[in-house]
T-cell receptor, first 113, second 111 residues
Framework: GNSVTQMEGPVTLSEEAFLTINCTYT??????LFWYVQYPGEGLQLLLKATKADDKGSNKGFEATYRKETTSFHLEKGSVQVSDSAVYFC????????????FGEGTQLTVNP | EPEVTQTPSHQVTQMGQEVILRCVPI?????FYWYRQILGQKVEFLVSFYNNEISEKSEIFDDQFSVERPDGSNFTLKIRSTKLEDSAMYFC?????????FGPGTRLLVL
């Protein structure tokens, strides 16, 4: 079956530090990959996505590259801000529009001033 | 910017009672979904809905659950007889094609 594994959390960083949140996946077929973010008290928001191998998704200074050879989609940001504090979810989708998302466990990021 | 809305934001119910969770998807979207997240666990898929019928459901979505699109705007999830283990955050989502947009969730507590 399909599954997503994220690095164990929580993660605590100082402002302007470099962020990496690891995500690896197992999938039948060729998945699309996503990172969603959940700010306190809010729903899941799409942060970025990549639909095929070697694609790089980017948004708000965050980046992730679809690595088929290592089945990974690690999230990175060069300089985090306090406002980046949230829970980050890696997810995959196999199949056509309307197919389910399969989520990782979520990683709580706290950025201190 | 259009968004998915959900009501209520919180619901407390007694075990065995029926609850209906409501969602208004983004207006031009064709695919609708329900997910849930039990506290401290992964977000789990429940069901997807397209063209007025269920297109996919998970093993969690048993006979206690049902979904309906009663009019052109609402999408509902009904739990017929709630159990303690149904306590979770329930998220509605909709999509036009690939990207799913999520609502803020309904926190359900079954006592």
């Amino acid at each position: 079956g399909n599954s997503v594994t994220q690095m164990e959390g929580p993660v605590t960083l100082s402002e302007e530090a470099f962020l990496t949140i690891n995500c690896t996946y197992t999938a039948t077929g060729y998945p699309s990959l996503f990172w969603y973010v959940q700010y306190p008290g809010e729903g899941l928001q799409l942060l970025l996505k990549a639909t095929k191998a070697d694609d790089k998704g980017s948004n708000k200074g965050f980046e992730a590259t679809y690595r088929k050879e290592t089945t990974s989609f690690h999230l990175e940001k060069g300089s985090v801000q306090v406002s980046d504090s949230a829970v980050y979810f890696c997810a995959l989708r196999v199949g056509t529009s309307g197919s389910r998302l399969t989520f990782g466990e979520g990683t709580q990021l706290t950025v201190n001033p | 910017e259009p968004e998915v809305t959900q009501t209520p934001s919180h619901q407390v119910t007694q075990m065995g009672q029926e609850v209906i969770l409501r969602c208004v998807p983004i207006s031009n979207h064709l695919y609708f979904y329900w997910y849930r997240q039990i506290l401290g666990q992964k977000v789990e898929f429940l069901v997807s809905f397209y063209n007025n019928e269920i297109s996919e459901k998970s093993e969690i979505f048993d006979d206690q659950f049902s979904v309906e699109r009663p009019d052109g705007s609402n999408f509902t999830l009904k739990i017929r007889s709630t159990k303690l283990e149904d306590s979770a955050m329930y998220f509605c989502a909709s999509s036009e094609a690939e990207t799913q947009y999520f609502g803020p969730g309904t926190r359900l507590l079954v006592l």
